[in-house]
């Protein structure tokens, strides 16, 4: 009897042959990338490889000259970035992800409304206690760390089935980081993630898959494990 075949369970984000351009300047090429269901990728690569450029794509804040991204088998790639949030994307961007003048409450009642199903703010709370201490307090005036963690309550007050974060723990202080990332471990649980990430280490623990870019390029992919140990990863990433 001949062995049954494997089953594999389709991704959850498929990203094909994505090509992106600022005006004539090319920026992306033919990237080809997944997510699971529930799991996690890391997208690695030195100061301009191109990485926040990849997840404004995914998002539609650019759009792809060429290529195809697909999201729980829908083909989102001409649709406008509200229809993506409602299909379940969610995004923490690098810059900008928090409104500094309203307070910690205000910025999670805000992004409440925004999305219709909500959760409640207790959540955040529960999983970000400090926040619970800095309600009042403009998120102008938060800590690197703090700002993070409500960036990350901000989105997943929508309970995204695929997050996008862009440096989630970049500014922030080390004894902080391990917090933030045992709540990441939490949600990579049920969600599809794609994380992109300075702090190699953590990355690499976070995900179980990994993409390399430079200039444009995925040129290194694999599992974490493997990418953890190829002699070209530190090339790829020094400065
Ligand atoms: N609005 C823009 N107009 C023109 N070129 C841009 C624009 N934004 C980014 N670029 C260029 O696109 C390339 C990729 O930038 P991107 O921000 O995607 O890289 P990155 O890997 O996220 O870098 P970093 O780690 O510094 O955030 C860079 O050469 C950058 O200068």
Known sequence: MSEPSPVFEPQ??????????Y??????????????RHGAVAVL?????????????????LTARSGTI??????????????????????????????????????????????????PIDQVLAWFPKLGQRLGQPAGTLSGGERKMLAIGRAILSRPKLLLLDEPTEGVWSGVIEEIAERLRELIKNTAVVIVEQHLELALNLADYTYVLDRGRVVLEGRAS?????PKLLHLLAP
């Open 70 to 119: 697909a999201m729980d088998l829908h083909d989102i790639t001409r649709l406008p970035t509200e229809r993506r949030v409602r299909l379940g994307l969610g995004y923490v961007p690098q810059e900008h992800a928090v409104f500094d003048r309203l307070t910690v409450r205000e910025n999670l009642e805000v992004a409440a409304l925004l999305n219709r199903d909500l959760s």
């Open 23 to 36: 005006g004539r300047s090319q920026v992306l090429f033919d990237i080809t990338l997944a997510a699971p």
């Open 45 to 61: 690569g030195r100061n301009g490889a191109g990485k926040t450029t990849l997840l404004k794509t995914i998002v539609g804040e």
């Open 12 to 21: 959850f984000l498929q990203v094909r042959e994505l090509s992106v351009a």
């Open 226 to 230: 493997a990418v953890r140990h190829d």
